[in-house]
């Protein structure tokens, strides 16, 4: 299991087949797929698939979403970190999407926040991205807030999976402004 970063409070790892329970807990909650297309996982198994693909693209393309540890208890509170996009999506093909996805009881504590900000860092200073994209369901208040939040500029509105989403990117150069 490879640690990629270490934040305040927490630990960004590799996902492992021993998250599966955890994130079944928190894939079948129909609150946490609310704006993610209204389709939470059923079963066990399909969450172990799930992982499984996050595996192949650590393999495949060296990123993934990884497990958010929290520090002090050790416990599996989310994911979170980078995906490699390789459909279509908004005219756009070939980018690196964060996302964060975190278990109800865990809302609220700053985590998505927290390690959006860490990943971002990551993903220009180590990875060398040159552009990091965010996609949010425009009704998605607090995800839409967390993309601004840590300088993701909105470019666009798009329908996906039958939904408005808002569409934001940042460059290695935007971001380099924002530090000065």
Same mark, same amino acid.
């Given at each position: ?5 270490? =934040? #305040?409070?927490? &630990?960004? +790892?590799?996902?492992?087949? $021993?998250? /599966?329970?955890?994130? @079944?807990?928190?894939? *079948? ?29 650590? =393999? #495949?393309?060296? &990123?993934? +979403?990884?497990?958010?540890? $929290?520090? /002090?208890?050790?416990? @599996?509170?989310?994911? *979170? ?100």
């Amino acid at each position: 299991m490879k640690i990629h970063i270490v =934040t #305040e409070r927490l &630990i960004m +790892r590799d996902l492992t087949s $021993e998250d /599966a329970l955890n994130m @079944f807990i928190m894939d *079948s909650d129909a609150d946490v797929h609310k704006f993610l297309g209204n389709k939470p996982v059923a079963t066990l198994r399909e969450t172990r698939e799930i992982i499984q693909n996050i595996q192949k693209q650590y =393999t #495949e393309n060296g &990123i993934g +979403r990884w497990a958010v540890v $929290e520090k /002090a208890s050790r416990e @599996f509170v989310g994911w *979170s970190g980078f995906k490699l996009v390789t459909n279509v999506v908004n005219e756009k093909t070939g980018y690196y999407d964060l996302g964060y996805r975190f278990m109800k009881k865990h809302w609220g504590k700053g985590f998505a926040s927290e390690t959006a900000i860490a990943a971002l860092n990551h993903g220009f200073r180590k990875l060398n991205y040159s552009e990091i994209v965010g996609i949010a369901d425009v009704k998605h208040i607090a995800s839409n807030k967390i993309l601004q939040k840590i300088g993701l500029i909105k470019r666009n509105e798009f329908f996906y999976d039958g939904s408005l989403h808002n569409f934001y990117s940042l460059t290695r150069e935007e971001w380099e402004a924002l530090k000065k």
